[in-house]
């Protein structure tokens, strides 16, 4: 069971924005750095967003990250049909002395 | 540019010990970064097995931390996961990764598939 909680989906038509959200505590999102990531079917894991809000070499700006306290948020702007995917937040919590990852969103383009 | 590769038997049976290797290509992996294991049993989400600092010392999730042990070869450039006594509940995608201390992964394996059957 995961202490991350993030919607189980979220959906949009091309060129929609699309936000998806992190709800946790602050032993983990309170007080560490947020990361994203993108899950293709049948791919491992892709980073988006690190440290919050930074964006990797490579990933468009479409894809932002943010962090308010013991919530974070990815949004993707100018949704494709190629964002269609599983969306994981993840951070490290200080309680547990260990890494925890979000439930999952999956996103779909309609 | 670094690579992580996963490898290991792809069907376990209840009770024996997954050994699963991770080999990293691109990096050294002494160098200044942590390696971690993580899972993804089928379509559920992520679970964070455990790491190994630069240190050696480990770190591991405590609902696995009875039955797991990572460990480092730094002359073959490639770490390990141990789990034993496995159930079918520990039938899964295993991934091996890269990370900073207390941070999330940036660079992932492609992942390997292991079943736990007889």
């Known amino acids: 069971q995961s202490v991350l909680t993030q919607p189980p989906s979220a959906s949009g038509t091309p060129g929609q924005r699309v936000t998806i959200s992190c709800s946790g505590s602050?032993?983990?999102?309170?007080?560490?750095?947020v990361y994203w990531y993108q899950q293709l079917p049948g791919t491992a894991p892709k980073l988006l967003i690190y440290?919050?809000?930074q964006w990797p070499s490579g990933v468009p700006d479409r894809f932002s990250g943010s962090k308010s306290g013991t919530s974070a948020s990815l949004a993707i702007s100018g949704l494709r049909s190629e964002d269609e995917a599983d969306y994981y937040c993840?951070?490290?919590?200080?309680?547990?002395?260990?890494?925890?990852f979000g439930t999952g969103t999956k996103v779909t383009v309609l | 540019q670094v690579q992580l590769q996963e490898s290991g038997p792809g069907l376990v049976k209840p009770s024996e010990t997954l050994s699963l290797t991770c080999v990293v290509s691109?990096?050294?992996?002494?160098?200044?970064?942590?390696w971690g294991w993580i899972r993804q049993p089928p379509g559920k989400g992520l679970e964070w097995i455990g790491s190994?600092?630069?240190?050696?010392?480990?770190d591991y999730n405590p609902s696995l931390r009875s039955r797991i042990t990572i460990s480092v070869d730094t002359s073959k450039n490639q770490f390990s996961l141990q789990l034993r006594s496995v159930t079918a509940a520990d039938t899964a995608v295993y991934y091996c990764?890269?990370?900073?201390?207390?941070?999330?992964?940036?660079?992932w394996g492609k992942g390997t598939t292991v079943t736990v059957s007889s």
């Open positions: 990764a890269r990370h900073l201390y207390i941070e999330p992964m940036d660079v």
């Open positions: 691109g990096y050294s992996i002494g160098s200044g970064y942590h």
């Open positions: 190994i600092y630069q240190s050696g010392a480990t």
């Open positions: 602050s032993s983990n999102v309170g007080s560490n750095f």
């Open positions: 440290r919050n809000d």
């Open positions: 993840a951070t490290w919590d200080d309680s547990l002395s260990g890494y925890v």
